[in-house]
């Protein structure tokens, strides 16, 4: 594999990590309009379920799935940052053995 080939790849894939992380920050922010109400906090009654509504709980799955979608590209992020990090050493240790 070539020491640039490696470059590009890693550059990619923190691209691409990049635009999920983005994406998934979007969804969050979307859902951040959710009242307390639709958690059961305030205005009410003891009797009804917190969140029981099918609305809700679609939300705090879309929620949860932005979550999740965004530490996955937080480890894409430090595993294209490793492999530039590798490219960098072997290019680096090429250079030495050359001079």
């Known amino acids: 594999m070539e020491i640039q080939s490696a470059f590009n790849a890693g550059v990619q894939g923190f691209q691409k990590a990049n635009e ?15 009242t307390p109400e639709t958690y059961g ?11 029981a509504t099918p609305e809700s709980l679609n ?5 949860t799935q932005s979550v999740v979608d965004l530490h996955v590209a937080e480890f ?24």
């Open 76 to 99: 894409q992020a430090k595993a294209s940052a490793n492999v530039i990090e590798s490219a960098d050493e072997n290019l680096g240790t090429l250079l030495d053995v050359r001079v």
């Open 59 to 63: 939300t705090t799955t879309n929620l």
């Open 20 to 34: 999920s992380a983005y994406k998934a920050a979007e969804e969050i922010a979307t859902n951040v309009g959710i």
């Open 41 to 51: 906090i305030g205005g009410q009654s003891s009797n009804q379920v917190a969140g």
